[in-house]
């Protein structure tokens, strides 16, 4: 999997044989796309998703173009598995988020999991860039009262940080946060 964050950009790119291979470097060229899947925004809507595919030639590696916008392994858009990781970081439970963003409870369990899977290696992505982009925003860091709380500000002021030193025009921060954990604000694995 490739996180993009322009699809259309990403597919230009491909095609004119600029993308390369994450594993190997060579550059990848367009393989179809990846099996359709429905994705649910934030203020209920739904929307088809059908990313592009990409194969190498190097090492024959099959990959897929995601939108950073549309999680891994997720039928919920960013923003709705950001809201809950924020309310529960704020102190809510699974069943509060829940029925707040119109989610299944054993859903907001299972992203809250997940992401106290990979609290410490998500925030030791998020410290790297965030030493990067500005080393003096970690004496600015408020501290947290729990670990979820001290990996979200950590990644968030990554993200600004990169915003500002990049100077990237962007609607917000979470799809910034979400490329700086390469798309998986929530692993499958500590990793």
Same mark, same amino acid.
């Given at each position: !999997?490739?996180?993009?964050?322009?699809?259309? *950009?990403?597919?230009?790119?491909?095609?004119?044989?600029? &993308?390369?291979?994450?594993?190997?470097?060579?550059? &990848? #060229?367009?393989?179809?796309?990846?099996?359709?899947?429905?994705?649910?925004?934030?203020? +209920?809507? *739904?929307?088809?998703?059908?990313?592009?595919?990409?194969?190498?030639?190097?090492?024959? /590696?099959? /990959?897929?173009?995601?939108?950073?916008?549309?999680?891994?392994?997720? +039928?919920?858009?960013?923003?709705?598995?950001?809201?809950?990781?924020?309310? /529960?970081?704020?102190?809510?439970? /699974? #069943?509060?988020? $829940?029925?707040?963003?119109?989610?299944?409870?054993?859903?907001?369990?299972?992203?809250?999991?997940?992401?106290?899977?990979?609290?410490?290696?998500?925030?030791?992505? $998020?410290?790297?860039?965030?030493?990067?982009?500005?080393?003096?925003?970690?004496?600015? &860091?408020?501290?947290?009262?729990?670990?979820?709380?001290?990996?979200?500000?950590?990644?968030?002021? $990554?993200?600004? $940080?990169?915003?500002?030193?990049?100077?990237?025009?962007?609607?917000? &921060?979470?799809?910034?946060?979400? !490329?700086?954990?390469? +798309?998986?604000?929530?692993?499958?694995?500590?990793?």
């Amino acid at each position: !999997m490739i996180v993009v964050r322009d699809p259309q *950009l990403a597919r230009a790119d491909l095609a004119r044989g600029q &993308l390369p291979c994450p594993d190997c470097g060579t550059p &990848l #060229r367009p393989w179809g796309a990846a099996r359709a899947r429905v994705v649910r925004q934030a203020d +209920g809507t *739904l929307r088809r998703l059908r990313p592009d595919r990409a194969r190498c030639p190097g090492c024959r /590696h099959t /990959h897929v173009l995601l939108p950073v916008t549309s999680p891994p392994r997720s +039928g919920y858009a960013l923003d709705v598995v950001a809201a809950a990781l924020v309310a /529960h970081a704020r102190g809510s439970g /699974h #069943r509060p988020i $829940a029925a707040a963003q119109r989610v299944p409870a054993d859903t907001v369990r299972g992203w809250l999991r997940r992401a106290r899977r990979g609290l410490e290696t998500i925030r030791r992505k $998020a410290a790297d860039q965030l030493s990067w982009a500005d080393q003096d925003v970690f004496a600015r &860091l408020a501290p947290q009262p729990t670990l979820l709380g001290e990996y979200l500000n950590t990644l968030l002021a $990554a993200a600004d $940080a990169t915003v500002r030193r990049l100077r990237l025009t962007v609607p917000g &921060l979470w799809p910034v946060a979400a !490329m700086i954990c390469s +798309g998986c604000l929530l692993p499958d694995t500590g990793s």
